[in-house]
Each structure stands twice: as structure tokens, then as C-alpha cells.
């Protein structure tokens, strides 16, 4: 059986283990940090030509240019028509299913007169351009193409450019197909910070973009820190996490398997079960110790769960959802008889899934809403990736001759409170009679 942790919130020291387990690392590796900030300032100042020779060394593809490198739109079309039935029908169902909950989220334009015709509102308006970054190599996310581009669409971007690396020119044909499914409008199979860099800054062949959304690698992380300021980002992503409170009426083997789902991910996921149960609690350690044996990634899953998993037993299911607060997991189930009740306890989680057969693997491929979560307690203040992600709001101000005057000795006398004459001598012209 893997080494996963067994603890009681009525045990002494709790407090300090809880902290210590759900703690992430958040200094920065300074090697990755300078190797991303050279390639950077590489393509910043050569452009094209950088990119070309980061491609090649990194990569091993060779091109004469960067258009060489751009994927056309028919070979996006190829690989989705050359997908078998099943696949084809599923990523299609799947990008219909996101489509139809994103189309909700749309922020709208507004506005109102006040009583001196004066008239305040607020623009709602799509970002120009977005860049979507793509793992690639043994990596193959056509999900996370579909949940990044297509809230974009939705929101009314004009231009979606995706970059994807290929190794050695392997090509993931679902991940093209992904990229035709969405709407991407062009494609590079380019990769790393060179494709971070040319998104941000723009080459004489790659568009600068306005924000660069998607999930990558630490260099690519590292990166996207870095361009941040001159172009948005999404965010970053941390360990995957998943945290399920369950009152002992589930599987066990259901609530073992949602912990594999993202223990699976790499050595420093985390899951985490809660429950006040301590025979259920044994019923899913024996299910892991049986069910682990038959999996094909059961190393990592072996190294997630012992380095940052944990059974815990706690009094009720009031302290699980304080603790949960606590821990603002990325993924948060409820596995109980009345997950409702539970759901108006939650502050902090990035997606709540409710009962036991809403399991956090549909929600990664095809429920609807986002998987593009925060991670690292930052679910305290932040939420998951939407079309608002790909929005701006401009204020609308209209003044009307009267409002001009009411307002103007407002604005006198804050001006004139903080030294800005200039300020309040603006004002004062729209209080007097208009020189002709």
C-alpha cells in the first residue's frame, strides 16, 4: 500500500501538519528563471531568426522560416476529418457541451442617465488578439485546446493563436483537431519560451497578442511570469489537487479512484479525503492498496499520495467544509447524501462537484464548465478561466452642462485638496459660461 497519511483533526499537532502538507514551494528555480529570461530577450531582439534556432535545439525541427512552421488551416481540417467516429463524436459533443455553458458568462455593456441627463455606463469589449499555448511532445490535451480557446470565441476574440511544440515534427492529430473543432484561427509548431516570447513581443512572422492563456511546462511558467505587464496572462498553475468530502455513503472505490484521478497527474499533486467516518476511511485505504496494482501510472501515483495525500478524520461534516475553506482546493467533491446543504457552507474551491456520481474527471473533459482552475489556495481569490478572462470593460462617462456644475465643485474642492490645480481649474471651466 502506498504511504498516504492517516490523521485526525482531534490530534495534537493537526493544525501544524495540515499547513505543512498543503504548503507549495513557491520560490522560483533561478536557473529556469534565467534560461527563460534569455530566450526571451533572444526573440525580443532577433525575432524570427531566435525562435528558429531555440526551435531546432530544443526541438530538433529544422525550418527554413517560421511560416514553414505554421500548421494551415487545411491540415487543422485534415486531422479532425481523420479521426475515427468515437473520438471525432466526443470531442465534438464535448466542445458543444463547454460552448453551451460558456455562452452564459458573457459580460454585457450597460448603462443609465441620471436626472440632469448626464449618462454613465460601461463598454463591455473582446480582446483583440489571444495566444493559447498547447503542450505538446508525449503530451497530447485536446481538452485543454477546446476549454482555452473556446470561451475566448465566445467572448468575440477576433484572432486566436495557438502554439504547440512537436518534437522531432511529431504532429498530435488530436490536438489539430481539437484546434479545427474550437475555431483557433492559426497555429505554429513552435514551443517553450521562444513561443512565449514571440506571442508577447510579436515577430516579423508570429502576431503579438494581447494575453497568452494555457498550461506549460516550468520554462514556459517561468515565462509567461516574466511577459506578464506586457501582455496579460491567466494565470499559474500549480500541482493538480483534488479534495473530496464524503459523509461514508459512496463507493469507496468511487472516492479511491477520483484521488487516482489526480494523484496521477505528477509526484506533486494532492488528494485529499475528509470524513467523519473512520470505517469509511479504511474501506478506501484497503480499495487504494487493492486498485493501485492495476494501475498503469501507479508509481506516480504511489510518490502523489505518499508525498502530499492524506485521509483524514474529521468530527463532522460542518469542520470538513471549514477546512476545506482552508485548504481552497482546485477540485472540490462532495460525495454526501445532501451535497446542497454542504455547497452553501463553500467559499473557496475553484469547481464543486456535487453527489457522489459527479465525479471530477467529467468535469476535466466534458461537463461544461472550465477546467483551467486555480491551484495553491489561490481559489481564496480567484476563479476558473472564462469568457470574462477574455473581456475589458471601459467606463462610458457622458456629462450634461448641469452635472458638469454639480460635479465641478466636487471636483474643486477634492482637487484643490490634493494639490492638483490643474485639476481643479479643468473643472471650473465647465462651471462657468462657455467662451466663445
Same mark, same amino acid.
Given at each position: 500500500m502506498p504511504e498516504i497519511r492517516r490523521l485526525s483533526t482531534a490530534q495534537s499537532g493537526f493544525d501544524a501538519e495540515l499547513a505543512r502538507l498543503t504548503a507549495i514551494e513557491a520560490a522560483q528555480d533561478a536557473r529556469v528563471e534565467a534560461v527563460a529570461a534569455g530566450i526571451l530577450a533572444d526573440v525580443r531582439a532577433r525575432g524570427d531568426a531566435a525562435v528558429l534556432e531555440h526551435t531546432l535545439r530544443l526541438d530538433k525541427v529544422r525550418a527554413a522560416s517560421v511560416a514553414e512552421l505554421e500548421i494551415p488551416a487545411?491540415?487543422?481540417?485534415? =486531422?479532425?476529418? /481523420?479521426?475515427? +467516429?468515437? *473520438? #471525432?463524436?466526443?470531442?465534438?459533443?464535448? +466542445? /458543444? *457541451?463547454?460552448?453551451?455553458?460558456? +455562452?452564459?458568462?458573457?459580460?454585457?455593456?450597460?448603462?443609465? +442617465?441620471?436626472?440632469?441627463?448626464?449618462?454613465? /455606463?460601461?463598454?463591455?469589449? =473582446?480582446?483583440?488578439r489571444v495566444g493559447l499555448y498547447v503542450p505538446g511532445g508525449r503530451a497530447a490535451y485536446p481538452s485543454s485546446v477546446l476549454m482555452n480557446a473556446i470561451p475566448a470565441k465566445v467572448a468575440g476574440v477576433a484572432e486566436l493563436v495557438m502554439v504547440v511544440p512537436t518534437p522531432a515534427g511529431e504532429r498530435n492529430p488530436l490536438v489539430l483537431a481539437a484546434a479545427a473543432i474550437a475555431g483557433v484561427d492559426r497555429v505554429f509548431a513552435i514551443g517553450g519560451a521562444q513561443a512565449i516570447g514571440a506571442l508577447a513581443y510579436g515577430t516579423a512572422t508570429v502576431p503579438a497578442v494581447d494575453k497568452i492563456v494555457g498550461p506549460g511546462n516550468a520554462y514556459v511558467a517561468a515565462a509567461k511570469r516574466q511577459v506578464f505587464g506586457t501582455v496579460g496572462i491567466d494565470m499559474i498553475a500549480g500541482p493538480s489537487e483534488i479534495l473530496v468530502i464524503s459523509d461514508g455513503t459512496a463507493d469507496p472505490d468511487w472516492i479511491a479512484m477520483d484521488l487516482f484521478s489526480q494523484a496521477e497527474h505528477d509526484e506533486l499533486a494532492q488528494a485529499i479525503l475528509l470524513a467523519p467516518d473512520p470505517a469509511f476511511i479504511d474501506a478506501v485505504a484497503a480499495s487504494i492498496d487493492r486498485q493501485l496494482a492495476d494501475m498503469p501510472r501507479r508509481d506516480v501515483i504511489a510518490a502523489s499520495l505518499a508525498n502530499r495525500g492524506a485521509l483524514v478524520l474529521v468530527r463532522d461534516l460542518d469542520e470538513a467544509c471549514a477546512l476545506a475553506n482552508r485548504i481552497a482546493p482546485e477540485h472540490l467533491e462532495l460525495a454526501v447524501r445532501e451535497p446542497e446543504r454542504l455547497l452553501e457552507k463553500v467559499r473557496n474551491a475553484g469547481a464543486v462537484?456535487? /453527489?457522489?456520481?459527479?465525479?471530477?474527471?467529467?468535469?476535466?473533459?466534458? =461537463?461544461?464548465?472550465?477546467?483551467?482552475?486555480?491551484?495553491? *489556495?489561490?481559489? #481564496?481569490?480567484?476563479?476558473?478561466?472564462?469568457?470574462?478572462?477574455?473581456?475589458? *470593460?471601459?467606463?462610458?462617462i457622458k456629462i450634461s452642462p448641469e452635472g458638469a456644475r454639480s460635479l465641478g465643485r466636487l471636483a474643486v474642492t477634492l482637487a484643490e485638496g490634493e494639490g492638483l490645480p490643474a485639476h481643479a481649474r479643468s473643472a471650473r471651466y465647465r462651471m462657468e459660461p462657455r467662451r466663445r
Open positions: 487545411a491540415a487543422l481540417a485534415a =486531422a479532425r476529418d /481523420g479521426l475515427d +467516429a468515437e *473520438r #471525432r463524436s466526443a470531442l465534438e459533443a464535448a +466542445a /458543444g *457541451r463547454i460552448r453551451a455553458y460558456h +455562452a452564459h458568462q458573457p459580460l454585457r455593456s450597460w448603462e443609465y +442617465a441620471e436626472a440632469d441627463g448626464t449618462v454613465l /455606463g460601461q463598454r463591455v469589449t =473582446a480582446l483583440d462537484f456535487l /453527489g457522489s456520481y459527479s465525479s471530477e474527471a467529467l468535469g476535466d473533459y466534458c =461537463a461544461g464548465p472550465n477546467h483551467v482552475l486555480p491551484t495553491s *489556495r489561490t481559489a #481564496r481569490f480567484s476563479s476558473p478561466l472564462g469568457v470574462y478572462d477574455f473581456q475589458k *470593460r471601459s467606463s462610458v
